[in-house]
């Protein structure tokens, strides 16, 4: 099957990844750099479109006021820092208008979440022959911040093609 064309039942997903972490293996040994994550949130292309897409663009234009020039991409550190262009976030109670609203979205709309967790430390002493290959094949698939391509259902897990209410843990 194409990438891209739709799946039997004539569905196509989209899944965006994100990294946290770095693929250095020399760096293990820190207990800061031990990890790498990439987590991977998976939607159905149409509901992107027609519902979630348009309810976080509403969101963003509510709260922070972005011009077509430059799209708000919403950055945790950033958010947390209220750095612009989230200054906003700065007052307690736009935050936390804008975090109920967000955690609302995020309990409403439908998508699933698949991540995986590379302790390298024990990657790096268990294998010695490979341990460069994989880590640089997962590292070089999502070296940009966010990066997206299309699922089918023929591609995906089974569990992965339900839908889940997630529930975000804040902290």
Known sequence: MKVGSPGADGV???IYIDEVGNPDLESSDNPNHRYLSLTGVI????????TLHPQLEALKLK???PHPDE???LHR???IHAVEPFAALADDVLRTSFDVELLGLLQDWRYSVVTVCLDKKRHKATYSTWRYDHIT???QSCSNDTCSSWMTPG???TSWRKHVAARPICG
């Open 155 to 157: 591609r995906m897990a």
């Open 71 to 73: 799209p708000i991409i």
């Open 77 to 79: 550190k950033e958010m």
């Open 63 to 65: 709260h922070f006021r």
């Open 43 to 50: 939607l159905e292309l149409d509901y992107v479109q027609t």
């Open 137 to 139: 094949t997962v590292s």
């Open 12 to 14: 196509k997903y989209r």
